[in-house]
């Protein structure tokens, strides 16, 4: 099955400053990369995706980029605010029914 | 938007006893549901696969007869941990999919079991 990397596992910036968070993926048949935003006992939120056929989405201070030849994608905040501390998830899916998530990284905003 | 409830929130049983969490689609039809399992800090681990009318997809490693999945309707799909211990002890999330390769995941809330 797919085998989803995730680094950093913890990430620290200053606010205003930008955060950088990193996935690989293993299986060439996946197509669709979602990232998840979940703040502490609570659901994961989807905030931003992209489709394998798109090298780059952003969605006002989030963007994401995809490299298909290196199987991995990342997620860009720019801007970042105390709000955005959580624990980030990516993930991967080939069919669309099975998603295979990342390790998650816990971003802390020092204000 | 898409609404997916999961129920209970929070629930404490005795070790040996079975537990059993619901999740539903409100304001659609999901044809897919999927379990997940999440440890304190820890990612989303994939338990099962659940299709409306069929049986459930296993992870590897996921004991079928511990976790019974049901999925019985287009709204609801139900995991039971049966005879729970210590170790089952983890936080439960449920996400419904509108359709076959719908891409899209609503999560539930989460069910956090606690075994004493």
């Known amino acids: 099955g797919e085998n989803v990397e995730q680094h950093p596992s913890t990430l620290s910036v200053q606010e205003g400053d930008s955060a950088v968070i990193k996935c690989t993926y293993s299986d060439s048949a996946s197509n669709y990369f979602p990232w998840y935003k979940q703040e502490l006992g609570k659901r994961p939120q989807l905030i931003i995706d992209i489709r394998s056929n798109v090298g780059e989405k952003k969605d006002q201070r989030i963007a994401v980029t995809l490299n298909k030849t290196a199987k991995h994608f990342s997620l860009h905040i720019t801007e970042t605010q105390p709000e955005d501390s959580a624990v980030y998830f990516c993930a991967a899916s080939s069919t669309g029914n099975q998603f295979y998530f990342g390790t998650g990284t816990s971003l802390t905003v020092i204000p | 938007g898409a609404v997916v409830s999961q129920h209970p929130s929070w629930v404490i049983c005795k070790s040996g006893t079975s537990v059993k969490i619901e999740c539903r689609s409100l304001?659609?039809?999901?044809?897919?549901m999927f379990w997940y399992r999440q440890f304190p800090k820890q990612s989303l681990m994939l338990m099962a696969t659940s299709n409306e009318g069929s049986k459930a997809t296993y992870e590897q490693g996921v004991e079928k007869d511990k976790f019974l999945i049901n999925h019985a309707s287009l709204t609801l799909s139900t995991l039971t941990v049966t005879s729970a211990h210590p170790e089952d002890s983890s936080f439960y999330i449920c996400?419904?999919?509108?359709?076959?390769?719908?891409?899209?995941?609503?999560f539930g809330a989460g069910s956090r079991l606690t075994v004493l």
């Open positions: 304001d659609f039809q999901a044809t897919t």
């Open positions: 996400s419904a999919s509108r359709a076959v390769g719908a891409n899209v995941l609503t």
